[in-house]
């Protein structure tokens, strides 16, 4: 999702050398806003996908609050926990600076979550 000199983000962990560190050997907050809810959100986004029905509507919400939870999380989370995860310390705007591709899925993910809310069959 970004890297900062030799340290690699990912929604798992960290790449720091070559060697990955999970979030919960890093840093209990980011892993459970990273890693847990990326997997909660996937498994909504399935259930949301699959019905058409009320609850599909609820799991279709559910995942935007999930995948807006994370996206909030790295451009606010990031930067103040910076210091405890990669060892330097980020501001707010010189996150831009360091993302990567994964950002960008996720933005991506984001748009993706808006659009399936609105257009839901169950209004």
């Keep these: 999702m970004m890297t ?7 929604l798992w962990g960290i790449i720091d050398n070559g060697t990955l560190y999970t979030w ?9 806003f990273l890693f847990c809810l990326s997997l909660l959100s996937i498994i909504t986004a399935f259930i949301a996908s699959g019905k058409e029905n009320k ?11 999930l ?3 994370i996206f909030a999380y790295f451009l606010i989370g990031i930067p103040i ?9 980020l501001g707010y705007f010189d996150i ?3 993302l990567n591709f994964g950002f960008y899925v996720l933005l991506l993910d984001l748009i993706l979550a808006i659009v399936s809310r609105i257009k839901h069959p169950m209004s």
């Design 4 to 10: 900062v000199g030799d340290f690699q983000v990912f």
């Design 24 to 32: 919960l050997e890093v840093d209990f907050v980011t892993f459970l």
């Design 55 to 65: 609850l599909g509507r609820r799991m279709s919400n559910f995942n935007l609050a």
């Design 67 to 69: 995948i807006g939870t």
């Design 81 to 89: 926990y910076s210091n405890l995860i990669i060892g330097m310390e």
């Design 96 to 98: 831009f600076y360091y």
